[in-house]
């Protein structure tokens, strides 16, 4: 392939040619293969058709006049189907009356060259509708891993607000400890006054910055359990 006819980067474009005429066909097939390009080539419009819409091409190449269904007839087709929308298309016509031209842009041709289009022409426009289409293509790969990282971090965020959550709830539960943050006082069992035996502290609360500490105290004289809550400086006989 030769570096100066090279049509497009990335991956080979395929380019469909409509054309009656096999000798025009033939010289498009090889300028275009020349350029580094796949060429499908079909006689006439409605084997274009079948072609563009079964597998939608990087561009069309079309001549204006073409058995049963002409070129203008083709891109406007093209255009009315979600495949083909934004495949890009080249019009040759043999027409230079401004209203046929006019006709060709409505019908959706991108560009419109009037034969005999020199060929070096022709690839310069092919090239510009190839690289457009390229760039769109990039832009929107751009776009849609921009929205995937997007994504990405709103779902990190979510799950590093959700193990925080866990974590408070964790450090909200109450947790039993026999070295308690506070020291558990000297008491005396309210029932029989005999020296209560300290057992175990638990410390919890609402939230981590208001804990709470109760301490669990057993009378030796078998009157019960009971629960000093540091907070109210209360004694009460546990359940
Ligand atoms: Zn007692």
Redesign the pocket.
């Known amino acids: 392939m030769d570096p100066q006819f090279a049509i497009a980067r990335g991956p080979t474009p395929r380019v469909l040619v409509a054309d009656a005429d096999a000798e025009t066909r033939s010289l498009y097939r090889q300028t275009l293969h020349a350029a580094g390009c796949d060429v499908l080539e079909a006689a006439d419009g409605r084997d274009a058709l079948a072609k563009a819409l079964s597998r939608p091409p990087s561009l069309v190449v079309t001549e204006a006049l073409l058995p049963f269904i002409d070129g203008y007839a083709l891109c406007a087709l093209l255009r009315h189907d979600s495949g083909t929308r934004a495949v890009p298309i080249l019009m040759v016509t043999a027409e230079t009356r401004p209203i046929e031209l006019a006709r060709a842009r409505a019908a959706g041709a991108n560009v419109v060259l009037v034969k005999p289009a020199a060929t070096g022409l022709l690839l310069n426009e092919m090239r510009r509708l190839l690289t457009q289409t390229n760039e769109l293509r990039g832009r929107s790969r751009a776009i849609r891993e921009q929205v995937a990282a997007q994504l990405k971090k709103a779902a990190d965020l979510i799950e590093r607000s959700a193990a925080h959550q866990r974590s408070l709830a964790r450090r909200h539960e109450r947790y039993a400890t026999r070295t308690p943050p506070f020291r558990p006082p000297q008491l005396v069992?309210p029932?029989?006054e005999?020296p209560l035996h300290y057992e175990q502290s638990h410390i919890g609360g609402v939230s981590s910055h208001q804990t709470e500490q109760w301490d669990r105290f057993s009378?030796t004289?078998l009157?019960g359990t009971f629960e000093y809550r540091h907070r109210t400086r209360k004694l009460r006989k546990s359940t």
């Open positions: 069992c029932v029989c005999v009378c004289a009157c």
